[in-house]
């Protein structure tokens, strides 16, 4: 008789490691990193010291592997949300000078320098959202949520709903596709576009409920609800000491950015 190969089964045993620092770092090291930076934008409250941040976040992007990725994301909030967030502000703010006015809208210094705040705080904001959601699994989140005492159920419940957006996004997908198979017509303008994706909700609103339901039958066929400690396949390293470092380094420059704006306000 053949000796069974176990080595699948010592892959579990091991941390999971991507080969990559910011992958590699623990999800609760990089959002402490990321509030951190995003939190000493709104402290600071700065034009440059904003799209400093903002670029630091591209530079991590670009480290992790996923600049790609995270820009088919970012561009779309820096053209819609951060581009209309400087515009409403510098044509509706009152200031001291007007520089151009046309009915209502009357473009002043001080409305061009909100604009641009806004906007940077906005990118800001936003890049380091998609950059923690580009570079962290859920599962990995969860299981640290999970060590830091959160309980299992509203756990799964948080990793339920990010799986059930990209399993629904799957299925979108491979639906619209079979409509092109068939020849129906999907893109072009709106009116197209809302008559395609209609006969869509049917079978996707089915197939989530189906889901729904393999997934409670899974759960109770692996004793979910059982009144013991829950074990996991996953694991993940232990956090490094230059982590740690890096983590404090980052808290740190939040102090002393608030301890920096007190000493400005009372002066």
Not at 30 to 39: E, Q, R, S, V, W
Not at 126 to 153: P, R, W
Request: glycine letters at 6%.
């Amino acid at each position: 008789m053949k000796r069974l190969d176990w080595s699948f089964a010592h892959d579990y045993l091991k941390p999971r490691l991507k080969g990559n620092f910011v992958l590699d770092l623990n999800p609760m090291s990089k959002a402490n990193i990321l509030i951190a930076i995003t939190l000493s934008a709104f402290v600071v409250f700065d034009v440059a010291y904003a799209f400093a941040l903002t670029a630091l976040i591209l530079v991590f992007a670009a480290l992790a592997g996923k600049f790609k990725s995270f820009m088919k994301v970012y561009w779309k909030i820096v053209v819609f949300f951060a581009s209309l967030l400087f515009l409403v502000r510098a044509a509706f703010t009152n200031g001291s000078t007007v520089l151009f006015q046309m009915g209502g809208i009357h473009v002043t210094p001080e409305g061009i320098h909100l604009g641009l705040i806004s906007a940077a705080l906005v990118m800001e904001f936003s890049g380091a959202f998609i950059l923690f959601m580009e570079t962290t699994e859920m599962d990995e989140l969860v299981y640290m949520l999970e060590k830091k005492g959160m309980s299992h159920t509203f756990s799964y419940i948080i990793l339920s709903a990010f799986q059930t957006i990209k399993d629904l996004s799957k299925s979108s997908q491979t639906i619209m596709d079979s409509q092109r198979c068939r020849g129906i017509e999907t893109e072009g303008s709106m009116l197209n576009r809302a008559k395609a994706f209609v006969p869509v909700l049917g079978p996707l609103v089915l197939g989530a409920i189906s889901n729904a339901e393999e997934k409670s039958i899974a759960m109770d066929a692996r004793a979910f609800s059982a009144p013991s400690k829950h074990t996991s396949l996953l694991l993940l390293r232990e956090v490094p000491t230059s982590e740690h470092l890096l983590v404090w380094f980052f808290d740190l420059v939040l102090i002393l950015t608030i301890i920096g704006r007190i000493y400005v306000w009372i002066a």
